[in-house]
């Protein structure tokens, strides 16, 4: 069978260690009836790669939810794949779950959980309110996180999901402004790997809101909140999604491989020892959880869930380069609101 996932270890390294170990012949965690070969794409793949025609080689898929909408009808949705209740004993961070369900179905199964977070270098103190975070910016090296799609990601972040409501919106660019201001330019047009590397790198001391990987030696802590509301986030990770192609032919392998992905022993100890980050809410929720996971799971909980229908990776690309061009030409968030606005309304 023939796999497809994203070239960073976190998105590799536990699907690779599986293979070796059916391939051996002697795998712990449970044989299955076919091993997978995984590919892997760019991280900018899930948004430049549309998932059907993916779907056109590949028989399991790791995928980001706001693909869903336009390739629904290249994929097997979970209820003809598995008996009802067979699924029931797994439990997933936040609304991983929920952000694979489409038109009441459930279209994949989360297998990694992410959102956007804080983080800082070591012993660098992350402000847990925005006003603080600008405040915080006048003195520190600081960079945002704005590359590919994460310019517009911050900006449904702050506006709590609220993107197109004119207060929330105007609110929100005219601190990603002033943040931008006091920030490293260069470094805050990179896409989350390149700040975390920057951030590894000591060449600046803290993010204020980026996608967390548990792989970085930094410290993470909950997206910074408007006073007196849950932190505002945007939901990431991904899920694994099955094929139409010959879905007939390789059914009990793919099951197999489904719920051996997201047991409880690949979920907990297999990802820690890969370089995972699971998404199963166990690992999140443990009394000895790694301290990224007790320190951003408030964040987690509270994180919203993108739209899912078809043609908005491409809107979401284009409203991300309009805010990041508007932002670095310091267009009035009035301005570039009413841009905003526009591409939202164009067919």
């Not at 012949?25 to 009836?33: F, I, K, L, S």
């Not at 549309?50 to 080689?57: D, G, R, S, V």
């Not at 139409?244 to 979920?267: I, K, M, N, Y």
């Not at 100890?269 to 408030?298: E, H, I, K, M, N």
């Given at each position: 069978?023939?796999?497809?996932?994203?070239?960073?270890?976190?998105?590799?390294?536990?699907?690779?260690?599986?293979?070796?170990?059916?391939?051996a012949?002697?795998?712990?965690y449970?044989?299955?009836?076919?091993?997978?070969?995984?590919?892997r794409?760019?991280?900018?793949?899930?948004?430049?790669?549309?998932?059907?025609?993916?779907?056109?080689?590949?028989?399991?898929?790791?995928i980001?939810?706001p693909?869903?909408?336009?390739?629904?009808?290249?994929l097997?949705?979970?209820?003809?794949?598995?008996?009802?209740?067979?699924?029931?004993?797994?439990?997933?961070?936040?609304?991983?779950?929920?952000?694979?369900?489409?038109?009441?179905?459930?279209?994949?199964?989360?297998?990694?959980?992410?959102?956007?977070?804080?983080?800082?270098?070591?012993?660098?103190?992350?402000?847990?309110?925005?006003?603080?975070?600008?405040?915080?910016?006048?003195?520190?090296?600081?960079?945002?996180?704005?590359?590919?799609?994460?310019a517009?990601?911050?900006?449904?972040?702050?506006?709590?999901?609220?993107?197109?409501?004119?207060?929330?919106?105007?609110?929100?660019?005219?601190?990603?402004?002033?943040?931008?201001?006091?920030?490293?330019?260069?470094?805050?047009v990179?896409?989350p790997?390149?700040v975390?590397?920057?951030?590894?790198?000591?060449?600046?001391?803290?993010c204020?809101?980026?996608?967390?990987?548990?792989?970085?030696?930094?410290?993470?802590?909950d997206?910074?909140?408007?006073?007196?509301?849950?932190?505002?986030?945007?939901?990431?990770g991904?899920?694994?999604?099955v094929?139409?192609?010959?879905?007939?032919?390789?059914?009990?392998?793919?099951?197999?491989?489904?719920?051996r992905?997201?047991?409880?022993?690949v979920?907990?100890?297999?990802?820690?020892?890969?370089?995972?980050?699971?998404?199963?809410?166990?690992v999140?929720?443990?009394?000895?959880?790694?301290?990224?996971?007790r320190?951003?799971?408030?964040?987690?909980?509270?994180?919203?869930?993108?739209?899912?229908?078809?043609?908005?990776?491409a809107?979401?690309?284009?409203?991300?380069?309009?805010?990041?061009?508007?932002?670095l030409?310091?267009?009035?968030?009035?301005?570039?609101?009413?841009h905003?606005?526009?591409?939202?309304?164009t067919?």
């Amino acid at each position: 069978m023939r796999g497809l996932t994203w070239d960073h270890p976190r998105g590799y390294a536990p699907l690779d260690e599986l293979t070796r170990l059916d391939l051996a012949g002697a795998n712990p965690y449970g044989q299955v009836p076919e091993p997978i070969a995984w590919d892997r794409q760019p991280l900018e793949g899930f948004e430049s790669e549309p998932i059907a025609a993916l779907c056109e080689t590949y028989d399991v898929l790791v995928i980001d939810h706001p693909g869903l909408g336009a390739a629904t009808d290249a994929l097997v949705p979970m209820e003809e794949l598995f008996e009802p209740g067979e699924l029931a004993g797994r439990r997933f961070a936040g609304r991983s779950g929920d952000s694979y369900r489409l038109d009441g179905r459930q279209w994949a199964l989360p297998l990694d959980a992410a959102t956007q977070v804080a983080a800082a270098r070591p012993g660098v103190a992350v402000p847990r309110t925005w006003p603080e975070a600008s405040e915080r910016a006048r003195d520190t090296r600081m960079a945002l996180c704005l590359g590919g799609p994460h310019a517009f990601l911050m900006f449904c972040a702050l506006a709590c999901g609220e993107y197109l409501d004119e207060a929330a919106g105007e609110r929100a660019l005219e601190l990603m402004a002033e943040l931008l201001a006091h920030a490293d330019p260069g470094l805050s047009v990179r896409n989350p790997i390149g700040v975390l590397d920057a951030l590894a790198a000591g060449e600046v001391d803290w993010c204020p809101l980026l996608y967390g990987y548990v792989t970085y030696p930094l410290a993470f802590a909950d997206a910074p909140a408007w006073p007196g509301r849950a932190p505002g986030s945007v939901l990431g990770g991904t899920g694994l999604v099955v094929s139409r192609r010959r879905v007939g032919a390789v059914r009990d392998a793919v099951r197999a491989h489904l719920l051996r992905l997201t047991s409880e022993p690949v979920q907990g100890a297999l990802f820690a020892a890969t370089g995972g980050q699971p998404a199963a809410r166990s690992v999140w929720t443990a009394a000895d959880a790694p301290a990224f996971y007790r320190d951003t799971l408030a964040t987690m909980e509270a994180a919203w869930v993108r739209p899912r229908f078809p043609g908005y990776i491409a809107l979401q690309e284009r409203s991300s380069a309009l805010i990041r061009d508007g932002l670095l030409a310091r267009t009035p968030a009035r301005d570039l609101l009413k841009h905003l606005h526009e591409e939202w309304r164009t067919p």
